[in-house]
């Protein structure tokens, strides 16, 4: 059905929209394992939804509406017994453990858990719910390998070293606990990598009365954990406590075989490609750092000295690093940094730049918007120039990336973020050229 108010958008645009719709293929799955899941949850007292797994053309698996939704509907309830969480396995391990000084954050603890249960197989008194997980998780740029990690974005480089960093430390803690427990640990790296992922990827944020630290507020919450996400849907999560489920209503109303989406937050394609393996055609929340390319500015005439205070200026005035360009928009902060860095002859000793620096930080409060007009021009000559060097890096990149032999998926993620990063710093670098 499609509505008979005429879009202001021109025919052809809607034929364009329509043609792309109905080429978009929905097959419903039938597999065995989501039967038995289906049967499972109804068997455990796992409300009815309206929902079904389906695979979907350039998405994947995700959830369909089995009938017209409206606004305003919860689409999906979750009893309290199926939330995995770290208090309902405190309690589920009671007894079976022994006292141990190592606290398990929730992430450590739940990823534990079902690896555990993926290792009981059919064992596994959730096996219907385990034997549905991802087998494995290819598309995050932590199990790229060696070439396509090189060809990632720095920043997004940067957010996977920090993710490889905060594994390694909680797969470390989860050795230490397991020997604590004289517990002969057969979960390899690789194992508790699924687990650590799966939690990474799948759990929800779930508000608690409990002071618990705000990071182990998580969950696991079968069935729901088959959303995808899109930045436009409108939903609202949270646990109800009149019919102790966690519930989500969506504020969009759906159409019988569209597929139902919620929303994981405002977050942009590094953000998701780093945390999630996927990224969004067109996602508004896009950007690009140009933090590296502050750093690596070259002005001839500045000292090591001179580099240096200015870097400890910004740092001690909240201006250091995020840096960050939007389609046709310039962050405030970079510009502030910029007008900083391209003040020559910098020496805090003498009363000249002691004057700049006044009125450098007369633009961070308003007073005034500029330092002066000759360090407003070299401020936007050095902003093209190191928008002009990050485009041809994006250039190189997605010319190596052609030649490349990386597995199509993930590859084709890494050359959106460098298309769309292209149409960005297109965008700005035309405001710059337009406005000299
Ligand atoms: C919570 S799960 C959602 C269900 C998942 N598709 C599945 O089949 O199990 C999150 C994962 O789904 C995938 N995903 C979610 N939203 C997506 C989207 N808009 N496009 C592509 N993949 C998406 C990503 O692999 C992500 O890590």
Same mark, same amino acid.
């Given at each position: 059905?499609?509505?008979?108010?005429?879009?202001?958008?021109?025919?052809?645009?809607?034929?364009?929209?329509?043609?792309?719709k109905?080429?978009?293929t929905?097959?419903?799955?039938?597999e065995d394992?989501?039967?038995?899941?289906?049967e499972?949850?109804k068997?455990?007292?796992?409300?009815?939804?309206?929902?079904?797994?389906?695979e979907?053309?350039?998405?994947?698996r995700?959830?369909?509406?089995?009938r017209?939704?409206?606004?305003?509907?919860?689409?999906i309830?979750?009893?309290k017994k199926?939330l995995?969480?770290?208090?309902?396995?405190?309690?589920?391990l009671r007894?079976q453990l022994?006292?141990c000084?190592?606290k398990?954050?929730?992430?450590?603890?739940?990823?534990?858990?079902?690896?555990?249960?993926?290792?009981?197989?059919i064992?596994?008194?959730?096996?219907?719910?385990?034997?549905?997980?991802?087998?494995?998780f290819?598309?995050?740029p932590l199990?790229?390998?060696k070439?396509?990690f090189n060809?990632?974005?720095?920043?997004?480089?940067?957010?996977?070293?920090?993710?490889r960093a905060?594994?390694?430390?909680?797969?470390a803690?989860?050795n230490?606990f397991?020997?604590?427990?004289d517990i002969?640990?057969?979960?390899?790296?690789?194992?508790?990598?699924?687990?650590?992922?799966?939690?990474?990827t799948?759990?929800?944020?779930?508000?608690t009365?409990?002071?618990d630290?705000?990071?182990?507020?998580?969950?696991?919450?079968?069935?729901? =954990?088959? +959303?995808?996400?899109?930045?436009?849907a409108? !939903?609202k999560?949270?646990?109800?406590?009149? *019919?102790?489920?966690?519930e $989500?209503?969506t504020f969009?109303p759906?159409?019988r075989g569209?597929?139902v989406f919620i929303?994981y937050?405002p977050?942009?394609?590094?953000?998701?490609?780093?945390?999630?393996?996927?990224?969004i055609?067109?996602?508004?929340?896009?950007y690009?750092?140009?933090?590296k390319?502050y750093l690596?500015?070259f002005?001839?005439g500045?000292?090591?000295?001179a580099r240096q205070?200015?870097l400890?200026?910004?740092?001690?005035?909240g201006?250091?690093g995020?840096?960050?360009?939007?389609i046709?928009?310039?962050?405030?902060?970079?510009?502030?940094?910029?007008r900083?860095?391209?003040?020559?002859?910098f =020496?805090? +000793?003498?009363?000249?730049?002691?004057?700049? !620096?006044?009125?450098?930080?007369n633009?961070? *409060?308003g007073?005034?918007? $500029?330092?002066?007009s000759?360090?407003?021009?070299?401020?936007?000559?050095?902003?093209?120039?190191?928008?002009?060097?990050?485009?041809?890096k994006?250039?190189?990149a997605?010319?190596?990336?052609?030649?490349s032999?990386?597995?199509?998926?993930?590859s084709?993620?890494?050359?959106l973020l460098?298309?769309?990063?292209?149409?960005i710093l297109h965008?700005?670098?035309?405001i710059?050229?337009?406005?000299?």
């Amino acid at each position: 059905m499609f509505s008979k108010r005429k879009s202001r958008l021109g025919r052809t645009f809607r034929l364009r929209q329509l043609k792309h719709k109905q080429q978009k293929t929905v097959t419903i799955i039938k597999e065995d394992k989501w039967t038995n899941f289906r049967e499972w949850l109804k068997r455990e007292g796992f409300p009815k939804t309206s929902l079904t797994l389906a695979e979907f053309q350039d998405i994947g698996r995700g959830m369909m509406a089995t009938r017209d939704i409206k606004a305003g509907e919860v689409i999906i309830s979750v009893p309290k017994k199926f939330l995995i969480t770290h208090i309902s396995l405190t309690n589920l391990l009671r007894g079976q453990l022994s006292r141990c000084p190592i606290k398990l954050s929730a992430h450590q603890l739940i990823a534990l858990y079902l690896i555990s249960e993926y290792k009981k197989g059919i064992q596994s008194s959730i096996y219907p719910y385990i034997n549905m997980l991802p087998k494995d998780f290819d598309n995050l740029p932590l199990n790229y390998n060696k070439e396509l990690f090189n060809l990632l974005p720095h920043n997004v480089k940067v957010d996977v070293e920090s993710q490889r960093a905060k594994f390694e430390h909680d797969f470390a803690t989860i050795n230490n606990f397991l020997k604590s427990q004289d517990i002969q640990s057969k979960i390899t790296r690789k194992d508790y990598l699924w687990g650590w992922l799966c939690v990474n990827t799948r759990c929800i944020y779930l508000e608690t009365n409990n002071s618990d630290d705000v990071k182990d507020r998580i969950a696991i919450a079968p069935l729901l =954990d088959f +959303l995808n996400h899109t930045y436009d849907a409108k !939903i609202k999560g949270e646990f109800n406590n009149m *019919t102790q489920c966690y519930e $989500i209503t969506t504020f969009i109303p759906y159409k019988r075989g569209d597929q139902v989406f919620i929303n994981y937050g405002p977050h942009d394609n590094f953000f998701i490609l780093v945390e999630y393996g996927f990224v969004i055609p067109n996602n508004p929340y896009n950007y690009v750092s140009l933090d590296k390319e502050y750093l690596e500015i070259f002005l001839p005439g500045e000292t090591e000295l001179a580099r240096q205070e200015k870097l400890d200026l910004l740092l001690h005035h909240g201006f250091y690093g995020d840096y960050s360009l939007r389609i046709s928009e310039i962050s405030f902060r970079l510009l502030t940094a910029l007008r900083l860095r391209v003040v020559q002859q910098f =020496d805090v +000793l003498t009363t000249e730049t002691q004057g700049i !620096i006044l009125k450098w930080k007369n633009t961070i *409060t308003g007073l005034t918007e $500029i330092i002066n007009s000759q360090n407003e021009k070299l401020m936007y000559f050095y902003l093209q120039s190191i928008c002009e060097s990050a485009l041809l890096k994006a250039e190189q990149a997605l010319g190596a990336l052609k030649v490349s032999k990386a597995t199509h998926l993930p590859s084709s993620h890494v050359k959106l973020l460098w298309l769309e990063s292209i149409v960005i710093l297109h965008s700005v670098i035309k405001i710059i050229r337009d406005s000299q």
